[in-house]
């Protein structure tokens, strides 16, 4: 566990470059914030703990200097966002599960000889066959649930974003839309690849065929990259409400 979680430290600090462009850390939280983030007059309001930050020049360096603490915020209230999360994070690690169970028992499936193979033919086997379209469509309905949860879960965060802290163009935040849109858009084309039969048949296996092997590879391949995605989003977002 602690290998993704140092993997999704790797992404989140090379997206952050990218995206924060130089960055500061909040005196007070330190919180990793970007210079982009301050308005014309060098202010910026620390989304996490709240203070008011002056980006002072000194000598040519930038020194954030906190001048006040905004008393007026709702930012420990209304935590919508962050409690609708748990449905996209919690339900795709069980929709990839399912999906890489479905890929390994198409394999054992195809390449098993169809001869006197005691496995294919035991009644344990012969039984996991006619589970496989139940499991298809649970797992197809796990991956649904996830990318639409994750559709409330995006709007959660942007009605969050203005409420919560005033609409200000953090650059944590345009971070965060970028991937949730990144989530969707990839979720919504697994989902079709799946929902339309191009990777698992009515029978719930893979087509014992090159393309079949290609759609496999494709749609676990979506799935990967949705759970890496999401990892980074939880990433951030755990800063946000945390701090480091
Ligand atoms: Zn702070």
């Known amino acids: 566990m602690s290998e993704i979680s140092r993997l999704a430290d790797k992404i989140t600090t090379a997206l952050k470059k990218r995206v924060y462009g130089k960055t500061f850390y909040c005196p007070v939280c330190h919180l990793e914030l970007a210079y982009a983030d301050a308005d014309a007059d060098g202010l910026v309001v620390c989304p996490l703990c709240g203070v008011v930050i002056e980006l002072a020049d000194v000598w040519g360096h930038p020194l954030p200097v906190v001048h006040d603490v905004e008393i007026n915020r709702v930012q420990p209230k209304a935590r919508m966002h962050p409690v609708l999360t748990h449905a996209p ?79 200000r163009p953090y650059k944590v935040i345009q971070l965060k839309i970028y991937l949730t849109i990144a989530f969707f858009v990839v979720g919504l084309a697994a989902l079709l690849l799946h929902a339309t039969g191009m990777v698992f048949g009515a029978d719930g296996l893979v087509a014992a065929s090159l393309n079949g092997t290609l759609m496999t590879l494709v749609y676990l391949g979506l799935l990967s990259v949705q759970m890496g995605v999401i990892a980074v989003l939880g990433h951030v977002g755990g800063y946000l409400v945390f701090g480091r």
């Open 89 to 167: 994070v919690g339900l795709l690690p069980f929709a990839l599960l399912g999906a890489l169970f479905l890929a390994v028992v198409s394999l054992l499936a195809h390449l098993l000889p169809s001869g006197e193979n005691a496995l294919l033919h035991s009644n344990e086997f012969q039984a996991l066959l006619q589970a496989m379209p139940a499991i298809s469509q649970i797992t197809l309905l796990l991956l649904g649930l996830s990318v639409g949860f994750s559709l409330f879960t995006g709007i959660s965060g942007y009605v969050d974003w203005l409420r919560r802290y005033g609409g």
